[in-house]
């Protein structure tokens, strides 16, 4: 008997062995089998997450973000214990203890599988396995996914520290609301770093891994209480917090930014703007679009905040200015439906949803707003995210509206989508209350620029009247016709040619053979001056000497100088374009106009100081100057480290020099005399295309040079009387006068090579050192090089001679003799009687 008890003992631990054998065998083929083709898991160690890239402004602030997820890197050792402990406690309470999976938990979610028949699958994953899942497999949930998930944590805990591991998982988790990661979802729900996190806050992230959009802070609000209270209880069990500190805060409301409980981050940082967004597109041309919202860069901007808020106004005023002299309503031609009107979250739901501008500030924030009755006199608004008062009725009088064509019933309905401002007796919105005033944004667009010349630093660019209106760049995209303001390059062409701005070209009619036709072009004033020198040429914008000047040097000259200034990258070389009829842009106009200031030196336009990389390398830096002995403490505290440049000469300094005079001339007494007054010496050129379909001009003082232009994006005329002068001046003036008191201006720089001899700028004759008198001009001629006076130049075109010349003085000139006389000088005395009439 006993012994067959032993054989059968014997047998069922035979049997037994066998069976856990062929348990293990199997287990063990199928971790073999599953094993074999899995990826590597030690790219891990590399392993560098998508993150934000930040713009700043040189003040250090933040002024833009982008990226794909939102996700900010933190290394483990900057987060805090409170945040680890509250991960751990809400996803896996044994991470310090186990090798990277939990047979406990594995077993316990099989039972509930096969106890509810399929119906309650639940994880099982340690933190581990989850940061296999997500950097490594797929996120099913079956079997064979699992036994990969198990085999790789093991690896992987055998490669890398836990600390490791938990950094991996805390940065690359989504936790809702776009928010990848522990930091950038503290950003999103608190506006708080890791380290002002309480643990109810701590409690309330850990919440979130298993489902954020189950535990959402509003629609799930109470639900996601309950599990922020469940996590601070195991975060008490394991001895992370005490009894009292986890009595408080499970006694601590839900609050969050999306309750309106704190203000959201993007509220601290302006509005995206053409600056911005410009450098997005440039540096995703550069760096790949995938690298630059992946890469976690920190880009440090040229833009002054400052200079950027006067930009927007300058130009902001001189479109709405030429809209509202048109007459004509056009609104915003969005609506809402009538029926919602007559309750408050109903239409403010629906204005909520209307895609219009809403970061236009000029003369005070323009505010959303429908139309709610219209009467004769009067109309009645509600207004977006204004409450109304006694003190400020939403209504506007009719004599709102007298700028416009029609009525308020002709114009208006109840539903329309307008913008409003609130008048007042001050400016930008302050001082007292008169009345809300209806605004819209302009149909015609325009551009504004404005850049450091020694450095080519942007300090300001505006590409239209409003970004959220039209996020197109006018001033780095539009391809526009520079019109009159390409005339300087052909008249620094000619400089560098061996012309001096008392060569005298004739103003007189042409005819030119083109495959079109017959070109017979015309003065803006329709009238034609005779021999007349480069200065009074360029002050004028003569076009007929321009067209002469041009086919006397050579459009294939022209063409080569306009295209080292880097103003097009081929000129064609045909005789209109000599007046700016080929398009460009203005970011390459305002950049080569830098020259022109600088003294004839390449200067590169940049948006960008220096772009750093997520490891604080830098990759770009704009300045590329050498700083010979700045590492060198004996220098004298008396002496500068030396700076070097190495940058190229495109202009002779005399020439930019000789035509930087007379573009002074330009501000002074010629085509922008009217509007551009500045206390510093200024220098700048109008330009107005064919039927005035274009508006421009660019002008710089010793430090800083800026461009405007204005016209509508499908070219079309804006109208007779529109200028450079009249339209781009003042724009430019309200700008730089602000500017110079921060970045100042005093004298251009003069050569050394300069010559200085008094000329008659009407006439080009040399007058004595001692003349005086509104038509005497200084001139700057090379030294060395002895000026020919009395030559003058028709481009081989025949000067005919039935049509009037006209006079600069019908009364005649007076001026200053060698002896020092005053005599005047008949109104039609030729350059040969000016120049041999007893002068010398």
């Not at 405007?708 to 006068?737: E, H, N, W």
């Not at 009364?811 to 002068?839: D, H, I, M, N, W």
């Amino acid at each position: 008997m006993i012994r067959f008890i032993l054989s059968f003992l014997g047998s069922i631990f035979s049997v037994v062995t066998l069976g856990l054998m062929m348990v293990a065998l199997t287990i063990g083929a199928i971790f073999w089998m599953y094993g074999r083709d899995l990826p590597s898991h030690e790219s891990l160690a590399q392993y560098t997450p998508p993150t934000i890239s930040r713009i700043y402004s040189v003040q250090g602030r933040i002024i833009d973000e982008f990226a794909q997820e939102r996700r900010l890197f933190t290394p483990a050792d900057e987060i805090p214990d409170l945040v680890k402990q509250a991960f751990i406690s809400a996803e896996d309470k044994n991470f310090y203890q186990h090798k990277g999976y939990d047979l406990m938990g594995i077993a316990a979610a099989a039972f509930d599988a096969v106890k509810s028949r399929g119906s309650n699958v639940r994880g099982a994953s340690t933190i581990t396995q989850q940061v296999m899942k997500n950097f490594l497999l797929s996120g099913d949930r079956r079997v064979e996914r699992k036994i990969k998930e198990i085999i790789l944590a093991s690896r992987v805990e055998e490669a890398l520290s836990k600390d490791k591991i938990l950094e991996l998982y805390l940065n690359e988790i989504f936790l809702g609301q776009n928010s990848y990661g522990v930091t950038a979802a503290a950003q999103t729900y608190f506006n708080k770093s890791l380290s002002e996190l309480a643990p109810h806050e701590a409690a309330m992230l850990a919440s979130l891994p298993k489902a954020p959009g189950d535990y959402h802070p509003v629609r799930r609000k109470q639900r996601l209480t309950d599990r922020r209270n469940f996590v601070l209880k195991e975060m008490y069990e394991n001895g992370y917090i005490t009894k009292a500190v986890y009595e408080s805060e499970r006694q601590q409301p839900l609050r969050s930014v999306q309750n309106g409980d704190f203000e959201p981050f993007q509220q601290q940082l302006p509005p995206r703007d053409y600056f911005t967004d410009e450098i997005r597109r440039q540096l995703s041309r550069d760096f790949g679009e995938g690298e630059f919202f992946s890469g976690g860069f920190s880009v440090r901007a040229t833009v002054d905040p400052e200079m950027q808020v006067l930009a927007a106004r300058s130009l902001r005023k001189a479109l709405e200015d030429y809209d509202r002299s048109l007459g004509r309503w056009r609104g915003t031609g969005k609506e809402i439906d009538v029926a919602a009107l007559d309750d408050e979250d109903s239409w403010r739901a629906a204005l909520a949803e209307v895609r219009v501008a809403r970061d236009i500030d000029l003369d005070g924030v323009w505010h959303v707003a429908v139309v709610r009755e219209v009467g004769d006199q009067s109309m009645r608004l509600l207004i977006e995210d204004v409450q109304e008062s006694e003190a400020e009725p939403f209504v506007v009088p009719r004599k709102d509206i007298a700028w416009m064509k029609g009525s308020f019933k002709d114009n208006f309905k109840p539903g329309d989508v307008v913008h409003v401002r609130r008048m007042t007796t001050g400016n930008d919105g302050q001082g007292d209350f008169i009345r809300w005033t209806l605004r819209q944004v302009p149909q015609v667009q325009g551009g504004f620029m404005a850049m450091d010349v020694n450095n080519g630093r942007v300090i300001a660019m505006q590409g239209g009247f409003s970004y959220q209106n039209s996020v197109f760049n006018r001033a780095t995209q539009a391809m526009r016709q520079p019109g009159s303001s390409f005339k300087p390059f052909v008249y620094a062409s000619a400089l560098d040619s061996g012309y001096s701005p008392a060569t005298i070209v004739i103003d007189a009619p042409i005819e030119i053979d083109t495959p079109q036709g017959v070109w017979r072009p015309k003065n803006a004033s329709n009238q034609y001056y005779g021999p007349t020198p480069l200065r009074t040429g360029i002050e004028r914008s003569r076009n007929l000497m321009t067209i002469r000047l041009a086919q006397e040097v050579g459009m294939d000259v022209v063409g080569a100088y306009a295209e080292r200034f880097g103003v097009y990258e081929h000129l064609s070389p045909v005789l209109a374009n000599a007046l700016g009829s080929q398009e460009t842009t203005l970011y390459r106009m305002v950049a080569a106009y830098a020259m022109f200031a600088n003294g004839g030196e390449r200067v590169e336009p940049t948006l960008v100081d220096r772009v750093q990389d997520r490891f604080g390398q830098t990759v770009y830096r704009h300045d590329r100057r050498e700083c010979l002995d700045c590492e060198n403490p004996a220098i004298p505290r008396d002496l500068s480290p030396q700076i070097v440049s190495h940058r190229e000469r495109v202009m002779d300094p005399v020439t930019a020099y000789q035509l930087t005079s007379m573009m002074q001339g330009v501000v002074q007494r010629g085509t922008a005399s009217g509007t551009v007054k500045l206390p510093v010496p200024t220098a700048g050129k109008t330009g107005t295309t064919n039927d005035a379909k274009d508006v421009w001009f660019i002008g710089f003082t010793s430090n800083i040079v800026a461009g405007c232009y204005i016209g509508y994006d499908q070219p079309k005329s804006l109208g007779r009387g529109a200028s450079g002068g009249g339209m781009c001046g003042p724009v430019f003036q309200r700008f730089m006068t602000e500017a110079i008191q921060k970045y100042g201006g005093g004298r251009f720089k003069v050569p050394t090579a300069c010559m200085f001899i008094n000329i008659d700028r009407y006439t080009g004759a040399r007058l004595s050192d001692s003349a005086s008198g509104p038509n005497v001009v200084s001139e700057c001629f090379r030294d060395g090089e002895e000026p020919i006076f009395g030559i003058q130049f028709d481009g081989g075109f025949a000067m005919g001679g039935n049509f009037d010349i006209i006079q600069h003085d019908a009364q005649g000139q007076e001026v200053t003799t060698t002896t020092g006389k005053r005599v005047t000088v008949g109104p039609k005395a030729s350059f040969g009687s000016l120049s041999s009439g007893g002068l010398y």
